[in-house]
């Protein structure tokens, strides 16, 4: 496609001049960090020690003092240096969702590559699953602290389509909360504390959290694939990664589990309730040592994991280049894998540099969905009725 080969060549020129930030402060602030600690720590040896002296002697106020502006030397330091690092991350985010003519190809170039090659395909760049398929397939699991956050899940490349009488929507992912993190809680209980039982009076009031600033972008951030991390309050995305639903219309009763083993790092997310299922040990050793598998019923969970449906997930897993899991509910797929990298994007970044990416990139990507389909939708032993 001659207008696909001018976008590219347009797409190098402008990614030449992008440059990630440099790592030279991460070193200065992170040694900074590490003292604020130390001092931290014997400041409160220090106010121990004091403590247990003035039993015995009432004059030993410097003691005190050194505790007092250790602690506050510690303190200040240690938020300076969050913030400068939190400052370097959100560098670092910048340049790896760095957009070049993105809007462009989204728009105008990609749903004719999709449409040139296959038909019936609804193509909506910012889309997203169904959230009723998302809750319906039991990946996720709030924990108490996300229970304390307002949550919402937020799409990208939301594909809609027929394949061989199959229906299927996936989409990139994204579960995104805001609020107060787990080491945020720890620190407001942690300076909560200081007041309470230290000299230092109401210093904390001077400090700020650094939430404003996130809940003031959030209606302009919720929309963006930006992954943010925030360190005490903001927005957080916690699980990035690729969703497919697909309903293959066949005679399924019954719920089969896949799930990866690998303790990835989003892993917490996942939902591990067994609700009444059966735990099943695959023959196949490479793939009990991956997967735990469960299933309404033992017999119907050993169709499911015949070779040909194995060797569909395995290729899927090593093209998405992370470890999925899936739930066969009621004759449809709910499959759903991490991702650390953009798909169906006319660049890639990797490390310090970006690449544009080449037609077949972008084709291989929608024809492993396809193949996936093909070969599920053909093992007929998983449909058959029990």
């Not at 449409?115 to 319906?136: L, R």
């Not at 709030?142 to 061989?164: A, H, M, P, Q, V």
């Not at 499911?304 to 899927?316: K, T, Y």
């Not at 470890?323 to 709910?334: D, R, W």
């Amino acid at each position: 496609m001659e207008i696909f080969n001018k976008h590219i060549e347009a797409v190098k020129t402008q990614a030449s001049g992008i440059k990630p930030p440099s790592k030279l402060i991460i070193l200065f602030f992170s040694l900074l960090i590490i003292f604020s600690l130390i001092v931290f720590v014997f400041s409160i040896l220090f106010f121990i020690i004091g403590a247990i002296v003035s039993i015995f002697n009432s004059e030993i106020g410097f003691l005190f003092g050194i505790a007092k502006y250790g602690f506050l030397f510690a303190v200040i330091a240690f938020f300076i240096s969050v913030h400068q690092l939190r400052s370097y991350i959100r560098k670092v985010a910048q340049f790896k969702n760095t957009t070049v003519l993105r809007k462009e190809f989204k728009q105008d170039i990609l749903p004719k590559i999709i449409a040139s090659n296959y038909q019936n395909v609804y193509y909506k760049f910012d889309g997203i699953v169904s959230e009723k398929h998302i809750n319906d397939a039991d990946f996720f699991s709030s924990n108490l602290l996300d229970n304390l956050k307002e949550r919402w899940f937020f799409g990208d490349d939301y594909f809609k389509g027929r394949f061989e009488n199959v229906e299927y929507e996936f989409c990139e992912l994204y579960y995104k909360t805001e609020g107060l993190t787990t080491l945020g809680w720890g620190v407001v209980i942690s300076i909560a504390l200081a007041i309470i039982f230290s000299p230092l009076g109401d210093f904390g009031e001077s400090f700020d959290f650094g939430g404003g600033e996130e809940r003031s972008k959030k209606t302009e951030n919720s929309t963006q694939k930006v992954e943010e991390q925030a360190f005490f309050y903001g927005e957080k995305t916690n699980f990035r990664g690729f969703f497919l639903y697909a309903d293959f219309h066949k005679d399924f009763e019954g719920e089969v589990r896949i799930r990866t083993k690998k303790k990835f790092s989003l892993s917490k997310l996942f939902n591990f309730s067994d609700k009444n299922l059966k735990k099943i040990k695959p023959e196949n050793s490479i793939i009990d040592k991956k997967y735990s598998i469960m299933a309404t019923d033992v017999q119907m969970g050993y169709y499911v994991l015949s070779p040909v449906i194995i060797e569909a997930i395995d290729n899927l897993n090593q093209r998405l280049g992370s470890n999925l899991s899936l739930t066969l509910k009621n004759g449809k797929l709910y499959l759903i894998a991490p991702m650390s990298k953009d798909y169906f994007e006319n660049i890639t970044i990797e490390k310090n540099t970006i690449a544009a990416n080449t037609l077949d990139n972008i084709l291989n990507d929608l024809k492993i969905i396809k193949n996936l389909l093909l070969e599920f939708n053909l093992e007929n032993r998983i449909w058959m009725k029990k």
